[in-house]
């Protein structure tokens, strides 16, 4: 990717980056065209989301950005004479917004003040819709552990009823021993074990259609996906990717996390849709009747129903 302009560029600290200005020697470093540097410090062209990353005091850089050669040697330099080097990722930047025009004429608006409706995240063209849910973890070991397993801890009927008794983005430490899962982000055990149900119903595995959430800090698309189409749903904006199945198992988010690259997704085919939504820990997959019995008998699965016509208060029952 190249920037025409140094004011628009971003950068990270562990970035990669080539070296695109001339021959020179600065602080001891040699820098040569098409060289490879790492960012060590990206001063003000980094961003406020990157801070906690760098490890030491920040430096007083002004108009340049710290990198270090594969030497080891580090110098100030000008942003304008790095390329960012997009990071090798499965799915790549789709720049076709067309291709989620589909999905976004569907969707139905989020009305203010009230419920965020399930037809907001999810089209209602498809057979049926369930509730996949994340998996809690046990304090002691960090095991993951379903929502069974804490609705009896806690003496609940079941899954179900420990959903509608609690405000699920809320519940840590309301059920002694066990930590709620983290709202917005698909465990990667838990896509693992869905991409493996969605692969027998779709003839186009090795085309998928992803949007993230642009609203993760250390995301950065414009630098990590170049060129990426910009799609809007209620209440969200999203980058649309591009790649294989298996690529959703991988994060595209720069801090570690076992999350998936999942926002909302669906095969070429539209066979299916899955959504994430940000501030739930749960993921709504629709589809044939077909593949929502297939989810319900995944034993690696824990799923519950959904409807197209409920609100999210409808299912966590507050």
Excluded: C
């Amino acid at each position: 990717m190249t920037v025409s302009s140094a004011s628009s560029k971003v950068f990270w600290p562990g970035a990669v980056v080539r070296w695109i200005g001339a021959t020179q020697t600065i602080e001891g470093a040699r820098l040569e065209p098409g060289g490879t540097l790492r960012i060590v410090d990206p001063g003000r062209f980094g961003t406020g989301a990157f801070t906690t990353l760098v490890s030491g005091p920040r430096r007083s850089l002004g108009d340049q950005v710290l990198v270090a050669t594969e030497q080891g040697h580090e110098a100030k330099v000008s942003p304008d004479d790095l390329e960012t080097i997009p990071t090798d990722h499965p799915m790549a930047p789709e720049p076709d917004v067309s291709r989620s025009h589909w999905l976004t004429e569907q969707l139905d608006a989020w009305p203010a003040g009230q419920g965020m409706p399930v037809a907001s995240l999810v089209p209602q063209s498809f057979g049926g819709v369930a509730i996949v849910l994340h998996p809690w973890q046990r304090t002691s070991d960090n095991a993951a552990v379903t929502w069974a397993e804490v609705a009896a801890a806690g003496q609940f009927a079941g899954a179900m009823a420990l959903l509608e008794a609690l405000e699920p983005a809320s519940a840590e430490g309301v059920i002694p021993g066990y930590r709620s899962p983290l709202p917005g982000g698909l465990p990667r055990s838990t896509a693992e074990a869905l991409t493996s149900v969605l692969a027998e119903h779709i003839t186009t595995s090795d085309d998928i259609f992803v949007a993230v959430w642009e609203g993760w800090g250390d995301l950065i698309p414009d630098a990590r996906f170049p060129g990426a189409a910009r799609i809007h749903t209620p209440g969200r904006d999203h980058v649309l990717l591009r790649g294989p199945l298996e690529g959703v198992q991988q994060s595209v988010r720069l801090s570690k996390t076992d999350g998936a690259a999942a926002g909302l997704w669906w095969p070429a085919d539209l066979r299916w849709f899955v959504a994430t939504e940000i501030d739930l820990p749960w993921t709504f997959v629709a589809g044939s009747d077909e593949l929502i019995t297939a989810l319900y008998e995944a034993d690696a699965l824990e799923v519950i129903p959904a409807d197209f016509g409920a609100t999210i208060t409808d299912l966590i029952g507050s």
